[in-house]
């Protein structure tokens, strides 16, 4: 059975920092495209990056320039490094692993809460 779970969320300053891990198990993570999501109270479950097995990387423009996706396929890992992060930002936080389209695994989420 496929599994993703995410750690490294929580409460931090505006400006400050955080980085996600999502570990995978259970399926052959280098050839799933990892993308990165996230939903606030109240909205749709939004995508914030997405790095491709091939090493293709996006960004929401809401995130560019202040996280980066990042993946090593020897630890079945794909982290997001947040920097400068906002009020806004606050939310849970999902790591997803994708091929074709099809998303074949969601982790339980992990909170960020961005607060003075």
């Known amino acids: 059975q496929g599994q993703l779970v995410e750690s490294g969320g929580g409460l931090v300053q505006p400006g400050g920092s955080l980085r996600l891990s999502c570990a995978a198990s259970?399926?052959?993570?280098?050839?799933?495209?990892m993308g990165w999501y996230r939903q606030a109270p109240g909205k749709e479950r939004d995508l914030v990056a997405n790095?491709?097995?091939?090493?293709?990387?996006y960004y929401s423009d809401s995130v560019k320039g202040r996280f980066t996706i990042s993946r090593d396929n020897a630890k079945n890992t794909v982290w997001l490094q947040m920097n400068n992060l906002k009020p806004e930002d606050t939310a849970v936080y999902y790591c997803?692993?994708?091929?074709?389209?099809?998303?074949?695994?969601w982790g339980q989420g992990t909170q960020v809460t961005v607060s003075s």
């Open positions: 997803a692993a994708d091929r074709g389209g099809v998303y074949y695994y």
């Open positions: 259970g399926f052959i993570f280098n050839i799933y495209d």
């Open positions: 790095l491709t097995k091939s090493g293709f990387t």
